[in-house]
């Protein structure tokens, strides 16, 4: 096939265009955004804040963190800041053990298995309460990590 | 598309600049007969589908880095239509916010297909071929 296009023609034709979009066929269509997928992110969200408190609370840093548990310093980091990073259930169960927390519960949270709704509610409050400073926990930051870790003892 | 690797009736096109793909699109010239009163029944080069990178995009960024990729998607279709015999005759469902970008190019609108994911359904005439590409 020859495609014969003079610059004339294009710089003619070019405007056709426009700002219009040029999808053609179901094939282009955009992959619908999932709301079951945002608000799971939320609690992943929350995950991340929880290992992140907690480890604050026992007042490691990230490398110690690492250490003790056996994950990789890249991980603890990504689980801690990527909400779209899925860490490995072996991973979620070493931090369960680390900070004692239930394996199921923490399994939910990561997103490596389904979290109720009352259990997105829950995250979701956390999330919202639980601030980014990395010195020590506030007093309000501890209340709302032992309530929440309360209640993913009672899961 | 691995499915249709090597097989005649399906052509594909892309268009490369600065060693990154900046358009793709897959022709179907064994999917459909013309629908249009005044061709029905003969033979068109279908668009199975067309996409322009999102980096082209003006819906997705402020400054698409090239523009003309859908004109040229269309005036390839065209050609390629005209190379099987069918004298420019080209036929494709848009998406909804490409359906003036279509009507611009001369094509005629046939209405929502419910058959096709309700998609709006698009002919270009041989004559319409040749002022668009004229």
């Known amino acids: 096939m020859k495609l014969a296009i003079t610059k004339e023609w294009f710089e003619r034709r070019v405007k056709l265009e426009g700002d219009h979009e040029i999808a053609a066929g179901a094939l282009a269509r955009d992959p619908a955004p999932d709301h079951e997928a945002e608000s799971m992110d939320a609690v992943r969200l929350a995950f991340g804040s929880l290992i992140e408190s907690m480890r604050r609370r026992k007042g490691l840093t990230i490398e110690k963190l690492a250490e003790r548990s056996e994950i990789d310093v890249a991980d603890i980091v990504r689980i801690e800041r990527d909400a779209h990073f899925r860490p490995e259930p072996r991973a979620v169960y070493r931090l369960a053990q680390a900070f004692d927390l239930p394996n199921k519960a923490l399994q939910q949270l990561s997103g490596n298995t389904y979290a109720q709704p009352e259990m997105q509610e829950h995250a979701l409050r956390f999330a919202a309460r639980s601030g980014e400073s990395p010195q020590k926990l506030s007093r309000d930051e501890k209340k709302a990590l032992e309530e929440f870790v309360a209640y993913l003892a009672r899961q | ?134």
């Open chain 2, 1 to 134: 598309m691995d499915r249709i690797n090597g097989l005649l009736a399906f052509q594909t096109f892309a268009i490369m600049c600065e060693g990154q793909l900046q358009g793709l699109m897959q022709m179907n010239s064994a999917r459909s007969l013309c629908r249009l009163p005044e061709q029905a029944g003969k033979h068109l080069a279908y668009v199975d589908y067309v996409e322009t990178a999102p980096w082209n995009r003006p819906n997705i960024v402020s400054k698409p880095r090239f523009r003309g990729v859908g004109i040229t998607m269309i005036r390839a279709a065209i050609e390629h239509s005209r190379d099987l015999g069918f004298h420019g005759r080209v036929g494709l469902h848009s998406l909804p916010q490409s359906e003036t970008f279509y009507a611009n190019c001369g094509m005629t609108d046939l209405g929502i297909d419910g058959t096709y994911e309700n998609l709006r359904y698009f002919e270009m005439t041989s004559s319409q071929a040749d002022a668009l590409s004229g």
